[in-house]
T-cell receptor
């Protein structure tokens, strides 16, 4: 599966949009992009995922570039509770790679700190 | 609140003890996972169960023994652990089959300390 590159840390102002970049330049056409976050002392929380179209849900928006080599997670109005480590993961659909089905390979992630 | 429930939340055990971690989900998911997470590191996959059968073992030492008695339950049996096995153990579940692009949902983990 493609590897991802994320900034080590980011600071965001409360109430402003937070734009979290992820580079996955070796992504293949069958690989999905997933975003998770992990708040201290909790398990990873699913945020959003997509293949090539932009996606939006109640938590965030996912913008995937046309060449799919990078993506951006947008938290529209950051709050203090959004302080967490954010992970960008790419994974091939299971039916295409049965030997690696289910394997989420977490990178180091981005430590996001939202400040008042 | 997470829909994947892990018990206990904390566990302290000696190197000669035998203990078990438990994970439960009632979302009808047919794939379940164990991850290990050391402090300030990302989670690392240990095992994957698909339809109650072990499908992936990431070369985990035999002192960790997984078990999936039914589609809602996942256990991790621990025996003769080492101090370096102290970590947060996370369970996750997901749908399978034609929906295998579906995300995994994680519990909040069991924090394990080996004395």
């Amino acid at each position: 599966d493609a590897k991802t590159t994320q900034p080590t840390s980011m600071d965001c102002a409360e109430g402003r949009a937070a734009n979290l970049p992820c580079n996955h330049s070796t992504i293949s056409g069958n690989e999905y992009v997933y975003w998770y976050r992990q708040i201290h002392s909790q398990g990873p929380q699913y945020i959003i995922h997509g293949l090539k179209n932009n996606e939006t849900n109640e938590m965030a928006s996912l913008i995937i570039t046309e060449d799919r080599k990078s993506s951006t997670l947008i938290l529209p109005h950051a709050t203090l509770r959004d302080t967490a480590v954010y992970y960008c993961i790419v994974r091939v659909a299971g039916w295409l790679r049965p030997d690696s089905w289910g394997k989420f390979q977490f990178g180091a992630g981005t430590q996001v700190v939202v400040t008042p | 609140d997470t829909e994947v429930t892990q018990t206990p939340k904390h566990l302290v055990m000696g190197m000669t003890n035998k203990k078990s971690l438990k994970c439960e989900q009632h979302m009808g998911h047919r794939a379940m996972y164990w991850y290990k997470q050391k402090a300030k590191k990302p989670p690392e996959l240990m095992f994957v169960y698909s339809y109650e059968k072990l499908s992936i073992n990431e070369s985990v030492p035999s002192r960790f023994s997984p078990e999936c008695p039914n589609s809602s339950l996942l256990n991790l049996h621990l025996h003769a652990l080492q101090p370096e096995d102290s970590a947060l153990y996370l369970c996750a579940s997901s749908q399978e089959g034609s929906y295998s692009n579906q995300p995994q949902h994680f519990g909040d983990g069991t924090r394990l300390s080996i004395l």
